[in-house]
């Protein structure tokens, strides 16, 4: 079991915590990390890139000369590839790049992830978010005294909107709930910031 300072909204340490080597603890997995945020960059993908195909193309019904006697080379429309104008030949056409992970790789990379911001000296724990109203300086502050710069991940474990409101201003500062965190926010993140309920609700949920 590791041991991490716990620290209140202030920067100052007021516990420690000991959390489980199997979600924190573990010798990061670097393809596995990089499977899952290919596939997370695959799914984000919308697909809806189109090109006309000469038969989709506006005319190009008559044949611009005859087959034979002009002296020029054959041709059937004016929609055709070749032509200015004309339709596109093996363009892309509106598809689906998603796919899926195993469960188990999933995971392994969310572990390694974690392991490897905690080893890095990247994962901040704090006792709670203390944010009693809808202010984005008061997280600005926050961060701030936990010395965390940055691209930021706040995990919280149930939804509070005053703390996802308030951080939403923040240019590189996202939240996410213990439930739903995918290995690509946490290894964008360049620090995560973990309340304590959160980083026992992801012990249980990944261990």
């Known amino acids: 079991m590791a041991q991490f300072d716990v620290f209140d909204i202030n920067g100052a340490k007021v516990d420690t915590v000991e959390l489980s080597d199997a979600v924190f603890g573990i010798t990061p997995n670097e393809r596995v990390m990089h499977a899952a945020v290919v596939n997370f960059l695959a799914n984000q993908r919308q697909g809806t890139q189109s090109t006309l195909t000469r038969a989709e193309v506006r005319g190009g019904g008559r044949k611009p000369w005859r087959q034979k006697g002009t002296g020029r080379a054959r041709q059937g429309s004016i929609r055709a590839p070749q032509w200015t104008h004309g339709g596109v030949a093996l363009g892309p056409k509106p598809r689906d790049y998603s796919y899926s992970l195993n469960k188990k790789v999933k995971r392994l990379a969310i572990c390694s992830a974690l392991s490897a911001k905690a080893q890095a000296g990247k994962l901040v724990v704090v006792n709670d978010y203390a944010v009693t109203d809808y202010s984005t300086k008061a997280v600005v502050k926050m961060l701030k005294n936990l010395n965390v ?55 249980e949920v990944f261990a």
Do not use: F, H, R, W
């Open 149 to 203: 710069e940055g691209k930021a991940l706040m995990v919280q474990a149930v939804v509070n909107e005053k703390v996802v409101k308030s951080a939403g201003n923040i240019p590189g500062v996202q939240t996410t709930l213990a439930t739903t965190m995918n290995a690509y926010d946490t290894i964008n993140a360049k620090t995560l910031v973990v309340d304590l309920a959160a980083a026992k609700k992801l012990e």
